[in-house]
Structures are given as structure tokens and as C-alpha cells.
């Protein structure tokens, strides 16, 4: 079963296929963990299945396998079909208040969708090596951007979760993280 991932006869939930594909993605098999998305999207049409399942194939084929041009189509496509995804007035939330908050050297990247987004510092930054730091001085958090790279890259990244908490907590959490960052690129200047 896990080597022929297509070749599965569907007898399972879609939480079980979401644990597959999670699990294949963690083994770094991306193409099985997107064809259990794809079992998800043709068998569970349901607007909240097939919605996460959509938004996950197109993210880890341009997160992981890197091929800009299907993921541009794949996000075009879940754009489509879902325009007013729940997640897209939380987006823009968090995208305003990183435009106000964050150090004007920090740039990020508009999410087409999702619970995300991928902050990029200076190429001389180590997100990694700053999280606890950030998380002692400002309580907050992020994912080290390393964790999202397979080649060593992305020292300089961080994600960014604003899909859980509320609107003020999201903009009191993107201060707290601009604040910090700009302690940090002033002690460098």
C-alpha cells in the first residue's frame, strides 16, 4: 500500500487518507502524500475536505517538489473553486499588521489560501537560531523556515501561522515579532 499509493482501493476516511498523506510527507514521499490528496479531492467533494485536501496538494508541490508553474495552476485552481475560503479575511489581517509592525528589511509572501505565510529576513539572519530568544523576550512563536527546506536553505525564514488565533492576538503577536526583530537588526547595525 504505501509503495502503490495509487493503486488503493478507497475504504478509508478522509482523516485516515490525511494521515497518510501526512505521514508519506513526513518520509519526505511527496508524490505519495499527493496522491492521497488527490483520493481525498475526488472522493470526499464535501467543501471542507476536499478544500483542505486542494490547498495541501498545491502547497507541498511548491514547498517541497518546487515546480512553480503546476503550483501556480493548482493555486489558481483552488482560487476558483474556492473564492471565499474562511481563512482569507485572516490572511489579509495578518499580512496588514506584519506591513505595519515588521522591520522594513523583512519581506513575506501573500497567501493564496491556507493557515500561513512565509516571512523572509535578511539573508544574514538565522530564524532558527533566534526562536528561543524571540519566544523568552516577545512569547511569541514561529516555525523556523529551515524546517520547509530540503537544501540547507532558509535560514532567514520563519511561517507564520494566522489561521488559529484571533484578529488582536494575530496583530499584538506580529508586534511583539517586529519589535524583536528590529532589537535584533539594530544590534547588528
Known amino acids: 500500500m504505501v509503495k502503490y499509493p495509487e493503486r488503493v482501493k478507497l475504504e478509508l476516511s478522509a482523516e485516515e487518507l490525511f494521515n497518510l498523506a501526512d505521514n508519506a510527507a513526513r518520509q519526505r514521499n511527496f508524490r505519495d502524500s499527493i496522491t492521497y490528496y488527490d483520493q481525498i479531492i475526488a472522493n470526499y467533494a464535501n467543501g471542507a475536505d476536499d478544500y483542505r485536501a486542494s490547498f495541501m496538494k498545491a502547497f507541498t508541490v511548491a514547498e517541497e517538489l518546487k515546480d512553480e508553474a503546476r503550483a501556480i495552476q ?13 481563512l482569507n479575511e485572516s ?4 499580512l496588514d499588521s506584519l506591513q505595519e509592525f515588521m522591520p522594513e528589511e523583512f519581506t513575506w509572501i501573500k497567501p493564496e489560501g491556507g493557515l500561513f505565510l512565509m516571512a523572509y529576513g535578511p539573508e544574514w539572519m538565522d530564524t532558527n537560531a533566534l526562536l528561543l530568544d524571540c519566544i523568552k523576550e516577545a512569547n511569541v512563536a514561529y516555525v523556523a523556515g529551515t524546517s520547509f527546506f530540503c537544501d540547507r536553505k532558509g535560514h532567514n525564514t520563519m511561517r507564520l501561522n494566522f489561521s488559529y488565533e484571533t484578529e488582536e492576538q494575530n496583530r499584538e503577536g506580529c508586534r511583539r515579532l517586529g519589535d524583536f526583530f528590529k532589537k535584533v537588526i539594530a544590534k547588528r547595525s
Not at 74 to 86: R, T
Open 74 to 86: 493548482l493555486f489558481g485552481d483552488f482560487l476558483k473553486k474556492y473564492p471565499s475560503g474562511e
Open 91 to 94: 490572511a489579509q489581517f495578518m
